[in-house]
C-alpha cells in the first residue's frame, strides 16, 4: 500500500504545472483538502483528499490509480467525487452524500473554494456565482455529516464557515438540528 507521502507525490507530479481559478499552483488546493481530513486519523482519507480532483482534472483514470496499488477504497471515494459529463452539479452532490467518506472530502473541497481570500480575487460576477454554487452545496452536504466533524474540517480549511455552521446547528425556535452534538 502506498504511504501518504506517496501519494503526495503522485498528486503533486500529477497536477504539475496547473494552477486553480486565482492563479496558485492546483497542488495546494489538493493539500489544503487533505489537511482538513488530516485529524480524522485515516491515511486513506487524506489520500482520497490529495487524490480527489486527480481523475477529473488529469489523465490519470481510476483503473490508472488501481494499477499504481493506490486502495480499492481511496479510488472508490475519488470516483464519488469526480463530476460525471451531463449529470446536474445538484445530483452529483446527492451521489456524494450516500458515500459518508465521500462526503467529508466534497465538504472540505467545497470549504477551500470558497475561502474568503481565494473568492476576493475572482471577478464579482464569478464570485457571485460560484458562492451560490457552493452554499446550495453545503446545504445537502453538511446534513449529511456530523456538526462535530464539519467543524473540526472547517477549522483548519476555511474558519469563515463557523458562523454559518452556528446558525445551521440550531433550527428554527432553538432548538439544536438533528446531529448537531454528535
Not at 40 to 55: N, Q, R
Not at 139 to 168: G, H, M
Request: one cysteine or more; a negative charge.
Amino acid at each position: 500500500m502506498k504511504s501518504v507521502s506517496e501519494v503526495d507525490a503522485l498528486a503533486a507530479e500529477a497536477h504539475a504545472g496547473q494552477t486553480d481559478k486565482i492563479g496558485v499552483p492546483y497542488i495546494a488546493h489538493v493539500r489544503a483538502v487533505a489537511a482538513g481530513l488530516a485529524p480524522f486519523g485515516d491515511d486513506l482519507l487524506v489520500m482520497a483528499g490529495l487524490l480527489h480532483d486527480i481523475v477529473e482534472d488529469t489523465d490519470w483514470t481510476a483503473e490508472r490509480l488501481r494499477e499504481a496499488a493506490i486502495p480499492a477504497r481511496v479510488v472508490e471515494i475519488v470516483e464519488a467525487v469526480t463530476n460525471v459529463p451531463g449529470m446536474p452539479y445538484e445530483e452529483k452532490i446527492a451521489r456524494i452524500t450516500a458515500n459518508p467518506h465521500a462526503t467529508l472530502v466534497k465538504i472540505a473541497d467545497n470549504a477551500h473554494n470558497c475561502r474568503p481570500d481565494r473568492a476576493a480575487q475572482l471577478p464579482p460576477h464569478k464570485r457571485e456565482r460560484l458562492a451560490v454554487k457552493y452554499r446550495d452545496a453545503r446545504a445537502q452536504l453538511w446534513p449529511a455529516a456530523r456538526t462535530k466533524d464539519i467543524e473540526t474540517i472547517v477549522r483548519i480549511v476555511n474558519p469563515s464557515l463557523l458562523a454559518e455552521l452556528a446558525e445551521q446547528t440550531v433550527a428554527p425556535g432553538g432548538r439544536p438540528r438533528a446531529g448537531s452534538s454528535s
